[in-house]
Structure formats: C-alpha cells, structure tokens
T-cell receptor, first 116, second 114 residues
Framework: GAVVSQHPSRVICKSGTSVKIECRSL??????MFWYRQFPKKSLMLMAT?????????EQGVEKDKFLINHASLTLSTLTVTSAHPEDSSFYIC????????????FGDGTRLSIL | AQSVTQLGSHVSVSEGALVLLRCNYS??????LFWYVQYPNQGLQLLLK??????LVKGINGFEAEFKKSETSFHLTKPSAHMSDAAEYFC????????????FGPGTSLSVIP
C-alpha cells in the first residue's frame, strides 16, 4: 500500500533554532502534499498545501515566513519551522495525494516537536 | 461555510456493545468522506472512505459507515466493540475546491469498558 514516511518522528530543540521536517512518499508520486498541525486533544488543522514545483498555498493565519515549505520533487516535501519558540511545539502531520486517479491522501506518522 | 461536526467529543461503550460515532458535514456539494483513527502519539490510519457508488461503506477492523445525503451524515458503526478500538476517531471531508482540501471534524475519543 501507499506509504508516507515522515522524519524525524520526534525532535526536541532550544528556542530560536530552526527545525526541518521531511515528508516522503515512498512508493508513489505526489504532486500535492499537505501539512497539518495538531494541538493536544484537538483535531488536525490544515496549515498549507504544498505543490511540486510551485509555491505552497497557506491557510489563513499561518505565517509563511515562520513555516517554510519546499516541494522540490514528486516524492518529497519539507516543512521548516524557523526560529522556533515554545508556542510552536505541536504535532505536525503531513499527507500526500497520489498523482492521478481518485485516491485519498495518505498520512505520515507525524512529528512531535518540542521547543524548550 | 464548509465544516465537519462530530457529535460527542467522548463516547464510552462496553466491550461487545455497538459502537456509533456520529459525523455530519456542511457543504453545498457532497464531498468525499473519510473516517480516520489515531492511537496515542501516532499518525492517522484510514478506516474507510466514501467517494461515489454504494452508500454503505465497509472498512477495516469491522467498521462501516453509511453516507446519507438527505441527512448530510456519515456515521461510523461497529457491531461489537473490542478493547483495541479505544482511540481517537476523526471524520473528514474532502471538499471539492481547487485544492481538494480535507477538513477534519473535532474528533471523538472512544473508550471501551471491559
């Protein structure tokens, strides 16, 4: 089945550092990938839609300069949290939609980001 | 506005009892509908989906859901709850916009009492 790999699964870092999270589709190509954020005991909120070869589309209220998204190939999208602060601590989940056909998004296992 | 609602943030059932988790959507065009399960500190696992065709959809682990357009609902059921079913369940709708956004409901935490 379609597999989405997300790395790292957990990261702890100091305030002010930048953190990069990778989302890879392992056995399919994905023109479109999505980045979600999940607060404790809350639902998933779509942050941005990542389109291969073009700029990401951010949802209202999401800071583009804080959350940098790059979708350089059909199998890889990255989310970089720049100058992270404690309020950025959260569970970040990516998903990828197989190119072509009528298939749902496939989700990664998520990244637990903790900023000290 | 497009939205997904789940009645009941927390549901408790006895082991072996019927599981019913409710989901309603708001959209002018019927969306694709999904149920996902999330175990603690893990990602999402797709239980089942409805796109077109048969309105009663069967998924993994004995779950099924029925799409009712007249009620704008997509409730999730399982005839007999198992302890391993305890988890967070999210209903989601893929809206037919240019970006095919998926909107998630707030989630329902299912507890199974032995």
């Amino acid at each position: 089945g379609a597999v989405v790999s997300q790395h790292p699964s957990r990261v702890i870092c100091k305030s002010g550092t930048s953190v990069k999270i990778e989302c890879r589709s392992l056995d399919f190509q994905a023109t479109t990938m999505f980045w979600y954020r999940q607060f404790p005991k809350k639902s998933l909120m779509l942050m941005a839609t990542s389109n291969e070869g073009s700029k990401a589309t951010y949802e209202q209220g999401v800071e583009k300069d804080k959350f940098l998204i790059n979708h350089a190939s059909l199998t890889l999208s990255t989310l970089t949290v720049t100058s992270a602060h404690p309020e950025d601590s959260s569970f970040y989940i990516c998903s990828a939609r197989p190119t072509g056909g009528d298939q749902p998004q496939h989700f990664g296992d998520g990244t637990r980001l903790s900023i000290l | 506005a497009q939205s997904v609602t789940q009645l009941g943030s927390h549901v408790s059932v006895s082991e072996g009892a019927l599981v019913l988790l409710r989901c309603n959507y708001s959209s002018s065009v019927p969306p694709y509908l999904f149920w996902y399960v999330q175990y603690p500190n893990q990602g999402l696992q797709l239980l089942l989906k409805y796109t077109t065709g048969a309105t009663l959809v069967k998924g993994i682990n004995g779950f099924e859901a029925e799409f009712k357009k007249s009620e704008t609902s997509f409730h999730l059921t399982k005839p007999s709850a198992h302890m391993s079913d305890a988890a967070e369940y999210f209903c989601a709708a893929e809206m037919k916009t240019s970006y095919d956004k998926v909107i998630f409901g707030p989630g329902t935490s299912l507890s199974v009492i032995p």
